[in-house]
């Protein structure tokens, strides 16, 4: 009897972990707002020209050199999107990730790289003004993908 009893709460215990855990991950309460800032261009998208070196191969597959044994490259040029978005104090990498791939309908695999910074607030000396404190996340995609926020928004 007692230990039918400790499996039930122990059976217990998980489904209120993984209710919590469903009920920490809603993805529209980690991403509050895209974030506008001078550098961004229409609708929260930052495109930057990465110049990158691509080293040329001969008909066998093996790179091309030169006298001296360095390898021949080329530089292409690729466009890369960057998005800001203000995002929940408490929500990591992998939550922005999740969300930004649910809210906007992207792979997470076409997801670069994401940098996460706090903001501190900002204390005026006339009338006690002060700025909030916030989290900010930048997310990088990978060349040629876009998110469509007009869709959203």
Do not use: C, H
């Not at 707002?33 to 001078?38: G, V």
């Not at 922005?96 to 910074?117: F, H, L, R």
């Amino acid at each position: 009897m007692g230990l039918l009893y400790k499996l039930k709460l122990k059976r217990r215990a998980e489904k209120v972990k993984e209710e919590k855990l469903l009920k920490k991950f809603d993805p529209t309460s980690i991403i509050i707002a895209p974030l506008q800032t001078e550098k961004a261009g229409p609708y929260w998208e930052k495109i930057i020209t990465v110049k990158v070196k691509k080293p040329v191969y001969d008909k066998d597959g093996n790179k091309k050199r030169d006298e001296k044994g360095r390898v021949i490259t080329e530089i292409e040029e690729r466009q890369i999107a960057k998005y800001t978005f203000i995002v929940d104090r408490n929500a990591n990498k992998n939550d922005i990730k999740k969300a930004i791939s649910m809210i906007y309908g992207i792979s997470e695999s076409d997801i670069a790289k994401i940098n996460t910074m706090r903001v501190p607030p900002k204390y005026r000396a006339y009338r006690g003004l002060v700025r909030k404190p916030y989290k900010k996340a930048i997310v990088t995609l990978k060349p040629g993908k876009r998110l469509k926020i007009m869709d959203v928004a």
